[in-house]
């Protein structure tokens, strides 16, 4: 599976992002899917992640009420809606895919899309 993110960018801060996952493959449609950050000079963190059936979401205490996990099996998209961004949310965002229940640790991963930079001035 291979996946694409997009639709990063600069905001100022309490604006509004949306970014889009979209994955190669039909069957994309069977996995949980998560996004990651990762600020500079920072780890990479966990952000959200969804089911594949998208009934259950998750997501890190940090962006609880203001990020909003998403998808359309149909398009093989998952998207994730930011609002109210903070300067702290500034990082590249990826996002991951696995085939089993959605984690938290970036390593349970087995594909992973090439990164959206998100910025977010104060």
């Known amino acids: 599976v291979q996946l694409q993110a997009s639709g990063g960018g600069l905001v100022q801060a309490g604006g509004s992002l949306r970014l889009s996952c979209e994955a190669s493959e039909r069957t994309s449609s069977r996995y949980t899917t998560a996004w990651f950050r990762q600020a500079p000079g920072k780890e990479r963190e966990f952000v959200a992640a969804?089911?594949?059936?998208?009934?259950?979401?998750y997501y890190a205490d940090s962006v609880k009420g203001r990020f909003t996990i998403s998808r359309d099996n149909a398009k093989n998209t998952v998207y994730l809606q930011m609002n109210t961004l903070k300067p702290e949310d500034t990082a590249v965002y990826y996002c991951?895919?696995?085939?089993?229940?959605?984690?938290?640790?970036?390593?349970?991963?087995?594909?992973w899309g090439q990164g959206t930079l998100v910025t977010v001035s104060s």
């Open positions: 991951a895919a696995r085939g089993w229940g959605a984690a938290s640790s970036g390593n349970e991963y087995d594909y």
């Open positions: 969804i089911s594949w059936s998208g009934g259950s979401t």
